[in-house]
T-cell receptor, first 114, second 111 residues
Framework: EPEVTQTPSHQVTQMGQEVILRCVPI?????FYWYRQILGQKVEFLVS????????KSEIFDDQFSVERPDGSNFTLKIRSTKLEDSAMYFC????????????FGPGTRLLVL | QKEVEQDPGPLSVPEGAIVSLNCTYS??????FMWYRQYSRKGPELLMY????GNKEDGRFTAQVDKSSKYISLFIRDSQPSDSATYLC???????????FGKGTTLSVSS
């Protein structure tokens, strides 16, 4: 069964450093998402991406964040200058063109900012 | 007012019990409602979704939406220890671009 994959599974970084989280969505999906989950809190929407551009972003997704689809398979989330409060689990999700109700999530990247 | 509210529990039941998990939502324009299951330190896994009001059944799981009261339910029959997880209710925003999650209810089924 096809699945969303994410790398790395864990990342530890120093405050102020840049990190890039990588995702490989399901191959025939065209809509891509990033969500985050701070420990003990809700899963929160960050950004949605379609046709090589951002379709929606939340208040959390400020100028420190960016997304890119550098090639036909990868989807990345970059945090330019990490803060302590960026420590969270980051989930990538994807969906097919015709099924807006079914987003499939990856296993997540646990980011720890020290 | 929070858009999706869910009692975080924890909820502990014996094996074989019927489990009822519930959420409320605030925006009457929401049309799609989902239930995800999340095991510890893993990604959310879609269990089932419903559109508008009504029931949907999938094996031991039944999802129910009552739009008049803005109430979402998930029922698990004959619960098993493997059902122990956090259950997240979610709705799709009006634009269809983002999922809005509840906080999740942690369920423990003991054998």
């Amino acid at each position: 069964e096809p699945e969303v994959t994410q790398t790395p599974s864990h990342q530890v970084t120093q405050m102020g450093q840049e990190v890039i989280l990588r995702c490989v969505p399901i191959s025939n999906h065209l809509y891509f998402y990033w969500y985050r989950q701070i420990l003990g809190q809700k899963v929160e929407f960050l950004v949605s991406f379609y046709n090589n551009e951002i379709s929606e972003k939340s208040e959390i997704f400020d100028d420190q964040f960016s997304v890119e689809r550098p090639d036909g398979s990868n989807f990345t989330l970059k945090i330019r200058s990490t803060k302590l409060e960026d420590s969270a689990m980051y989930f990538c999700a994807s969906r097919a063109m015709t099924t807006q109700e079914t987003q499939y999530f990856g296993p997540g990247t646990r980011l720890l900012v020290l | 007012q929070k858009e999706v509210e869910q009692d975080p529990g924890p909820l502990s039941v014996p094996e074989g019990a019927i489990v009822s998990l519930n959420c409320t939502y605030s925006n009457s324009a929401f049309q799609y409602f989902m239930w995800y299951r999340q095991y510890s330190r893993k990604g959310p896994e879609l269990l089932m979704y419903t559109y508008s009001s009504g029931n949907k059944e999938d094996g031991r799981f039944t999802a129910q939406v009552d739009k008049s009261s803005k109430y979402i339910s998930l029922f698990i029959r004959d619960s098993q220890p493997s059902d122990s997880a956090t259950y997240l209710c979610a709705t799709l925003n009006q634009a269809g671009t983002a999922l809005i999650f509840g906080k999740g209810t942690t369920l423990s089924v003991s054998s």
